[in-house]
Structures are given as structure tokens and as C-alpha cells.
């Protein structure tokens, strides 16, 4: 006689394989997020400098007419905060007018100190440039001349009295720590001058042997760092984008033939 006891029956115990695929993709929910917060952060270490310049911006800049341009001026500093802004223009590029800024006050020199036209700009109290904001000063300018490109310099002082220059010029295919404002007004010849600049400047090729000696150095060294980052963020981000396939799938790990 069968006897039913109401005992639902006893569920099959999980396989050492299931267990390890579970276990497997516990783990890379895990990491994934980890994975993701590592490059994006690495990759804003890269961006970060280059995007911190000051710079000019022109919609209708063009040779031999009048432009208005804009001069995009970040704060970087987490201590102080931006309070004054000195623009230089070359002798061939004349300011016309100055639109106002609210909260700044604007002067033109007409010569400055060092013969050149200079704006300045200083701030109120309450008005300064914040660390990690920025802020946009405008300029209206008689005809610009008839070149590739025209370059500024700009002085940004903060509340601590730390001056930066941003007056350096490009040599080589490097770019240099503090670029000067550059407007481009004729981007072919522009690109000509920039490539036959790097031209002359590029140091000749080393030998092979030359160049296996520097790479035992650097690499026993440790110092190639801008090698290696940018190869590394590729690195994670791949592994992360496999690892969420890997989970979304529900693909169990293949068999390891043992």
C-alpha cells in the first residue's frame, strides 16, 4: 500500500559546474560597476588637462572682416577662485568694443605695459569664476587680418595671487603645458604650418639598436607611463564590457576538460 505523506519532494542538489557559473557571474556583477567607475575615472585623468585651457572662439570669424570672439576661461584651482582676466592682442587685431560682463568690470589699455592692446577684466566681490565653473568673456573686433591663424596671450589671476600665463607657443608635435589662445581663420594653411613646424623640429629616427636600448630603459625603468595608461583603460573597459555579456547571457564557463 502507498503511503503519501504531503512532503513535496527534495530538490536535486546543484552540479560543482552550476555552483561555479553562479559563482561566476556574482562575481562579475561585482566587478563590472568597479570596472566601469576605473575608466571612466582614468579617462578623465586624461581629458582633464586639455580641456582646463583658456581658449577663443569665433561663429563668425573670417580673414579680412570684423568678428566677435569669445574668450572661454576656466578655474581650476580648488582654493582660490578666478578674479581678473588680461587678454593681449597681436598689433593686427584691433578691439572695437567690449559687450558687458555682469558682476565684472572690463578696461582696455590702448598700449598696455608691453606695447600691445590688452582687455582686462576684474571681478566684483561675489562674482569670481568658482573652482571647476567657467566663464565666457566677449570681444568685438575690427577685420581681422589676412593670416591662418592669430594667437593671444592671456594672464588668469586668482584670489591667492597665483598669476598663470597662458602665453606658450606650439613647437613640435607635443602640445605645451600653457597654450596661448589660438583663433584659426584658414584651417588648411593652418595644418600646412602646424605639420611643417613639426617637420623641423622632429629629432631623426634612432637606429635599431638605439631604439632596443631605450625600450629595455623605459621598460626596466618604469617610467613609460603615457604608454601604458591609455592601453590599460582599453584593457578594463573590455574586460568589463565581456564580463556583463557574460552575466546577461547567463553563459556558463566552458568546460575545462578535466
Known sequence: MLLL?????????????????SALRRRVLRAAP?????????????AGPASAHVKVFSDDAR?????TLRFRVPSERTAAVTVRV????????????VPPVGGWTDQVERPGPDG????????RAGHEIASDDVRSFTVEVAPLPKDASVSFDAAQTYSDGYVVDWDEAQHGAAPPAFPAPVLVLDAAAYNAEQARAQATTAAPHP???AAAAQTASASGSGSGTGSWLPWTVAGVALAAA?????VRRGKPPT???H
Not at 513535496?8 to 559546474?17: A, D, I, T, W
Not at 600691445?116 to 571681478?123: E, I, L, N, Y
Request: with cysteine; charged share 15%; aromatic share 4%.
Open 116 to 123: 600691445r592692446t590688452h582687455v582686462v577684466w576684474t571681478a
Open 5 to 21: 505523506t504531503g512532503r513535496p519532494p527534495m530538490s536535486s542538489p546543484k552540479s560543482p559546474r552550476a555552483k561555479s557559473a
Open 86 to 97: 588680461d587678454v593681449s592682442f597681436p598689433e593686427d587685431v584691433a578691439p572695437a568694443s
Open 242 to 246: 565581456a564580463g556583463t555579456a557574460l
Open 34 to 46: 568597479v570596472c566601469a567607475g576605473l575608466c571612466a575615472t582614468a579617462l578623465l585623468a586624461l
Open 63 to 67: 580673414q579680412g572682416r570684423p568678428a
Open 207 to 209: 637606429s635599431v639598436s
Open 255 to 257: 568546460a575545462s576538460g
